[in-house]
Structures are given as structure tokens and as C-alpha cells.
């Protein structure tokens, strides 16, 4: 069972440039949605989705995109690559129940750079 | 005000000890509670829901105060294996069922 695989690990791109972060469940989970962790900031909420067909924006969603075409891809997007976006970032999924949510399992990370 | 608060640390501890963490949030229409371990440069992972009735894992206990907002970790018999960070984590209808973390709190355990 792989639960939830991000790729690439890391990368690093130059400013302007555009690339997506991929990744994929195979746990059949509603919820996934996508995190930065920056130093001295926790953990902040870019995007999210509640099913195929749905996202929305979280805490700081400018500079990305998402969609989710289907219940086990959820890519991020990101349009032009700024310095600011340096960043790791952390792709969850999980299971919400009548509103409540049982927790996330989180994939291991995808380190960027943006020179 | 931060929706969910934690004493950053770092708390240094020697093996054996018993160490507590706070945290606490804003929004009173939160609904579920959790503590994560993140390990250096790793993901995060689920360590325990916290329920209103308080609940142990082990040498986990975590407690919840829905009156004063406040969410409690306590680990006892502390091991060097227990070092890492402890984030704080809340959700709440009103953010989608969306988790909202702490900053965490880092524990380091010496022998």
C-alpha cells in the first residue's frame, strides 16, 4: 500500500519558470490537499479538495493551481515560479465523515527551490 | 490571534521524564482534534486523535478542554526516540473540514 506518493523530491527552478507537483492516493480518501512548511511558519494550506471535480483555496493560494480529475490525482500548479515559493511542500489525504475529519496521511515531501 | 497556539520549546528532557505540551485554539466551532509528530525533514504523522473524554496511547495521554479551548499532550518515560516536533492540529466546518496546524512544539530527549 503506498499511500500517498509525491514526486519529485526535490527540485529546483529558475524564477518565472512553471512546473507541477504531483500526487496521488491509492487509498480511495474524499479530502487532498496541499501544505507548505517554511521555517518559523508551520504548516500553511494552499489548496484543497473534498472530491473529484471540486477544490478550493486555502490559506495561501496565490501563485497556484489545482484540479482534481479524478479521486486519486491531486497536482499543484505553479504558474510562475517566485523566489517566495521556495518551500517544501506536503501533499495529504483523508477520510471526513459528516463533516468530521479522521486525520491526514501525509506523503513525504517535495523540497523546492526557486533561484 | 493565531488559530492554534503552542509553546514553541525547545524542551529539553532527560530519558525517563514525563513532559507535557499546551496548546490552544481559537475557534470554539472546532470539531476534531489531533496531535502529529514531524521528525526533521520528514513528513508529519498522525501520533493520536484527542477526544473529550481524554485518551493514552501507551505512554501518550492527550487531553481536551473544550471550555477553554485547550488541548494537552503528555508523554511519560520518556524515550531518545521521542525526539522530534509536536504539532498541534485542529479542523473546523468553517475551513471545509480543513486541518489547521500549530507551529509545534520540539522536544528533545538526551540520555
Known amino acids: 500500500n503506498a499511500g500517498v506518493t509525491q514526486t519529485p523530491k526535490f527540485q529546483v527552478l529558475k524564477t518565472g519558470q512553471s512546473m507541477t507537483l504531483q500526487c496521488a492516493q491509492d487509498m480511495n480518501h474524499e479530502y487532498m490537499s496541499w501544505y507548505r512548511q517554511d521555517p518559523g511558519m508551520g504548516l500553511r494550506l494552499i489548496h484543497y479538495s473534498v472530491g473529484a471535480g471540486i477544490t478550493d483555496q486555502g490559506e495561501v493560494p496565490n501563485g497556484y493551481n489545482v484540479s482534481r480529475s479524478t479521486t486519486e490525482d491531486f497536482p499543484l500548479r505553479l504558474l510562475s515560479a517566485a523566489p517566495s515559493q521556495t518551500s517544501v511542500y506536503f501533499c495529504a489525504s483523508g477520510l471526513t465523515y459528516d463533516d468530521t475529519n479522521y486525520g491526514y496521511t501525509f506523503g513525504s515531501g517535495t523540497r523546492l527551490t526557486v533561484v | 490571534r493565531k488559530e492554534v497556539e503552542q509553546d514553541p520549546g525547545p524542551f529539553n528532557v532527560p530519558e525517563g521524564a514525563t513532559v507535557a505540551f499546551n496548546c490552544t485554539y481559537s475557534?470554539?466551532?472546532?470539531?476534531?482534534f489531533f496531535w502529529y509528530r514531524q521528525d526533521c525533514r520528514k513528513e508529519p504523522k498522525l501520533l493520536m486523535s484527542v477526544y473529550s473524554s481524554g485518551n493514552e496511547d501507551g505512554r501518550f495521554t492527550a487531553q481536551l478542554n473544550r471550555a477553554s479551548q485547550y488541548i494537552s499532550l503528555l508523554i511519560r518515560d520518556s524515550k531518545l526516540s521521542d525526539s522530534a516536533t509536536y504539532l498541534c492540529v485542529v479542523n473546523h466546518k468553517q475551513a471545509g473540514t480543513a486541518l489547521i496546524f500549530g507551529k509545534g512544539t520540539t522536544l528533545s530527549v538526551s540520555s
Open positions: 475557534n470554539s466551532a472546532s470539531q476534531s
